[in-house]
């Protein structure tokens, strides 16, 4: 890793700061079928609360054998009613769902037109609510470190 960016302004003025950042890698990625991108939300979606809408979260946190042999996923519903702050993003597992510790940095996407698009990055469980860091709130932070364009 050649040097990690965070969105100091939200850093240096917040008492419990957004978990969120960028890493430089000194190699270059290679994509495969393991490795993949994933869309970032759109400018459209800047203020989208994607309440209700189900979403996905991929993660190596614990089961109840230890750790996992093999990637695990779930299920999760966005929910609006957590009383979390507005950079971060609530979700309660479907079913059997749950993250479990080893989860956080981890993905939280939904699927838009058969495509995922990242919404959140996990970052702790409370009460069987998972709160992620909403994606869509630092957009203007990725572009401005990246250089990618945002749609």
Not at 63 to 78: D, E, M, T
Not at 88 to 106: A, F, P, V, W
Request: charged share 20%; with cysteine; hydrophobic share 40%.
């Amino acid at each position: 890793m050649r040097k990690v960016y965070a969105d100091s302004a939200v850093f240096l003025n917040a008492a419990d700061p957004p978990d969120i950042a960028i890493f430089h890698l000194v190699q270059k990625l290679s994509f495969n079928s393991l490795v993949k991108s994933i869309r970032l939300p759109s400018r459209s979606q800047e203020n989208e609360s994607f309440n209700n809408q189900r979403a996905v979260s991929i993660g190596w946190g614990g089961v109840s054998s230890g750790l996992p042999r093999f990637l695990q996923y779930g299920s999760f519903r966005v929910r609006n009613d957590c009383g979390f702050r507005e950079w971060q993003i609530c979700t309660k597992g479907e079913g059997l769902t749950d993250l479990r510790g080893g989860d956080s940095g981890g993905p939280l996407f939904i699927v838009e037109n058969g495509e995922p698009t990242l919404i959140g990055v996990n970052v702790f469980i409370v009460n069987g609510l998972v709160g992620s860091t909403r994606v869509s709130k630092f957009l203007q932070f990725i572009n401005d470190v990246t250089g990618i364009p945002i749609r």
